[in-house]
């Protein structure tokens, strides 16, 4: 009876087709369908040299080391490529591990828990080894970035050589189809880009072997088979696993025409990547996982693409351009210019898919203006070290001589925006979830001052942890009310929650009702020097929360009420009064540390709290 219950609320949220292949999808899984279509498979060290033209040539390597010049960049991307080479590994261009050369490409780094890597890759549960991304990271090689970019920026051999036996260790201990490395199809795309960037970047090393490039494009026409076989079901998700394979297979395609289903594998990238800007890209430029972190690698995947259809004479298919134009509209709205950094909503996985620069996992500004230049869309000047993608991209931004003047921010179907003068607030607000919600956080607000984190978002820290996976994404981690200790939303599974609930608009703010009926109404009133926050609550609970999380990266002093940050005044007014409580933040994926957390209690009696945010004056 439970199953049939939650398969009549899967069918509601998500729709009978979704259902239908899902359980179909299963029904292939146990019956060794998809293993009987990805067979394991050993080397050949043979395969068809490309033809087409990639975006990085020799010039390429010239023209960053003439951009970056004697950028302070310059020195920390030699730094952190002589770490690769020792053996040292950055996951999610954060945290470092000390791993060796070469590294146990099987074995989680943080838990040390070790994946099977002589079996079919279906026969290995998604959570049956610790968090898996944990595991994954290194398999998409993300490490070939630095190591391109000490290369193009010293012409050290000694770069290409560490790539090139890291690749080569990788190729015996993954062979095709073999272990975790194989299981998820985006994963082997991304790990696809890299070697791609690989494979150009160091094509005149001496290190650089023809048989050494022919494993190299071996590995790149079957990994776009390994995309086919299952691309049906990245699509299913409808979220970024289908852009970034379809994205990756159409790459594929044209850089290896010669291929036999190189023609096949175009026409499917084509029309999926067609399909899915269509679908995933609203009409206001937001994107169907309600998270930035994830609209950025979107973004990414089809600036990749957009790349290479402009270095092979091609023009992606329509509606890309447009809807990618939408997408870039509605980053800008919320992009501080000062530091690059977003409102942190929804689901934050650490994905960075196309890290050719220097500048930092939380700066979204260089995907931003590659993105731009590779879809036509006029941007401000900008300094060298935010171009560089767009130097090894081959591409040309459309730099306007305009006054640097941030318009007024606008709202959308995902969130409202406020601006007086250097404060910016952002509040969740999604009237209606086309897409499925990945974090209970209606009318959560993230504050920024002059582009600095100043309430935060708690992140989501992991997808397998059993302490903490369901916390992260639950209403007590966000800067909104809680009821009752439950969260907006019950959850499903580990990436669902159910009774999906909207907003409504009322005048200066925005009220949200759960399931059981309890009423949270968030008005935000514009002062001469901030915002005042009013909250208000009513409906059947017994106990409300209203929190506000401080980021860790302030100076924080809190005194009779008052908490103070450089530049920033917060005041809260309730009859019950301010507490402080500990928290949690996660700002990259896998790491957590503390934070401070304002909270004030709310009943049936106490149903109102006024909390302003004031810019201080130089003095204070």
Request: contains cysteine.
């Amino acid at each position: 009876m439970e199953k049939l219950r939650l398969l009549i609320q899967l069918t509601r949220l998500l729709g009978l087709p979704w259902v239908l292949f899902r359980l179909r999808y299963a029904l292939r899984f146990k019956f060794g369908f998809l293993e009987r279509r990805c067979p394991l498979g050993t080397w050949s060290g043979k395969a068809v040299p490309p033809s087409g033209r990639f975006f990085i040539d020799e010039g390429s390597l010239e023209r960053v080391g003439a951009l970056l010049g004697a950028d302070p960049l310059r020195s920390e991307a030699l730094k952190q490529a002589d770490a690769i080479c020792e053996g040292r590994f950055q996951f999610f261009q954060a945290f470092e591990r000390d791993l060796g050369i070469p590294p146990d490409w099987h074995r989680n780094p943080v838990s040390g828990e070790r994946v099977p890597g002589d079996v079919h890759w279906t026969r290995l549960g998604d959570f049956d080894f610790g968090d898996i991304k944990q595991v994954w990271e290194l398999s998409r090689f993300p490490w070939v970035y630095p190591l391109v970019r000490a290369y193009s920026l010293s012409g050290e051999e000694r770069y290409a050589a560490t790539f090139w036996n890291l690749f080569e260790d990788w190729m015996v201990h993954n062979p095709l189809n073999h272990g975790p490395n194989w299981k998820c199809g985006q994963e082997t795309a991304i790990r696809v880009m890299a070697c791609c960037v690989a494979r150009w970047a160091f094509a005149a090393s001496s290190e650089s072997t023809p048989r050494r490039q022919a494993a190299l494009d071996e590995l790149m026409v079957v990994s776009a088979a390994r995309i086919v076989a299952n691309l049906d079901y990245a699509v299913s998700q409808k979220n970024n696993h289908g852009t970034t394979e379809s994205a990756v297979l159409w790459s594929v395609a044209v850089l290896y025409p010669d291929h036999a289903d190189a023609a096949r594998w175009e026409h499917l990238g084509r029309k999926t990547m067609a399909n899915l800007a269509a679908l995933l890209i609203a009409e206001d430029g937001a994107f169907s996982q309600h998270s930035f972190n994830y609209h950025r690698v979107m973004l990414d995947a089809f600036t990749w693409a957009a790349a290479v259809a402009r270095a092979n004479g091609h023009e992606l298919p329509f509606p890309v351009g447009p809807k990618l134009n939408l997408a870039l509209n509605y980053l800008e709205q919320v992009l501080q210019p000062e530091t690059g950094a977003v409102p942190v909503f929804g689901a934050n996985d650490g994905a960075s898919i196309l890290p050719l620069h220097g500048m930092g996992y939380e700066d979204f500004r260089p995907s931003f203006v590659a993105a731009c230049a590779a879809f036509g869309r006029p941007i401000r000047p900008v300094e060298p070290s935010l171009r560089e993608v767009c130097t090894w991209l081959g591409l040309e931004p459309d730099l306007r001589a305009e006054e640097d003047v941030r318009p007024e921010p606008e709202s959308t179907s995902d969130h409202v925006c406020y601006q007086v003068g250097g404060l910016r607030l952002f509040m969740r607000a999604r009237a209606h979830w086309a897409f499925r919600p990945s974090h209970a956080d209606q009318l959560h607000v993230d504050l920024f001052l002059d582009g600095r984190p100043l309430l935060v978002d708690a992140g989501s820290y992991s997808y397998n942890d059993p302490d903490w996976q369901f916390q992260f994404p639950g209403t007590a981690f966000h800067n909104t009310v809680c009821f009752d200790g439950r969260d907006q939303m019950p959850r499903i599974s580990r990436f669902l929650f159910g009774g999906w609930r909207g907003v409504e608009p009322v005048e200066n703010g925005m009220t949200f009702r759960d399931a059981k009926g309890a009423v949270h109404t968030r008005k935000v009133r514009k002062l001469t020097d901030g915002f005042e926050v009013i909250d208000h609550v009513s409906g059947s609970f017994e106990k409300a929360v209203v929190r506000w999380r401080l980021s860790p990266e302030q100076p924080w002093t809190i005194k009779e009420g008052i908490a103070r940050a450089p530049g920033l005044i917060i005041e809260i007014e309730a009859g019950g009064g301010m507490r402080e409580e500990n928290g949690w933040i996660s700002r990259i994926y896998g790491q957590r540390e503390p934070l401070r957390v304002l909270a004030v209690d709310m009943d049936l009696e106490m149903t109102t709290v006024r909390t302003r945010f004031r810019i201080a004056p130089p003095s204070q």
